[in-house]
């Protein structure tokens, strides 16, 4: 089978795509995902989306990590809008698509895409750390060392923890500055550091909102991979409603890849 395929990368948050609009790509396997996305003998990324059609939105976004689990992914589905226009699915500047999580609102803003993200319930406070689900689950901790091995050695430690080995969890290291917060995130389904993650700084930004008792406001939010920024409203049953991601997204290549055998 001969692949065709689209790469993108959110704040180096890198993403193949896939039109399966005609479901040529229905019958991907989880193995063939898995060496897709391998760095050495695929074509290297951090997670792959299909994009297909449905009847009641503009298009359903299917997403998988690099080991072919799937979950929401809030950088992947800012390529995905940006995707979704590419090949002619979207016929304004305003889309409504469906995800894992459910429908989302996106917008295409000149160079940066802004998403919609799901209404997130009370924050988990633990010891020093906070869990928080954004579409996928986070576990936030504040610590301003954001070293690569520093993240590498805690986001692993906690992600194959007793409490969360089974089910997984994503680790994000926490830095609050005066004006802006910093983040780092060990992703599940990657199992190493990323250069960014939608969905963990938008966690992030919410644990922040929280210590801070900030009920309604934005942040910037600096990562590896470049600068995202997390609107939010924070509600009086502690739950958080009009969420957005804001960031950029940008096309890398695209090709084919022939599978042997």
Known sequence: MTLHFDKYQGTGNDFILLDNTSNAYDNLSINQIKLLCDRKYGIGADGLILIQRHRDFDFEMIYYNADGTQSFCGNGSRCAVLY???????????????????????????????????????????DNAFVIDTGSPHYVLLDDNHNASHV???????????????????VNLLEIGQKHIRVATYERGVEHETLSCGTGVTGAALVYAHIAQILEGKIPVHTKGGPLMVEWKYNKDQTFSDVYLIGPAHFVFKGTYEFKG
Request: with cysteine; net charge negative; hydrophobic share 35%.
């Open 152 to 170: 590498e050695e805690v986001g692993r430690r906690i992600r194959y923890s007793d409490n969360y080995k089974a089910a997984g969890i994503n």
């Open 84 to 126: 979704a226009a590419k090949i002619g699915l979207l016929t304004s500047s305003q889309t409504h698509f469906v995800a894992i999580d459910g429908p989302h609102d996106a917008w295409l803003c000149q160079d940066e895409v802004k998403i919609k993200m799901s209404e997130v319930q009370p924050i988990q406070c633990l």
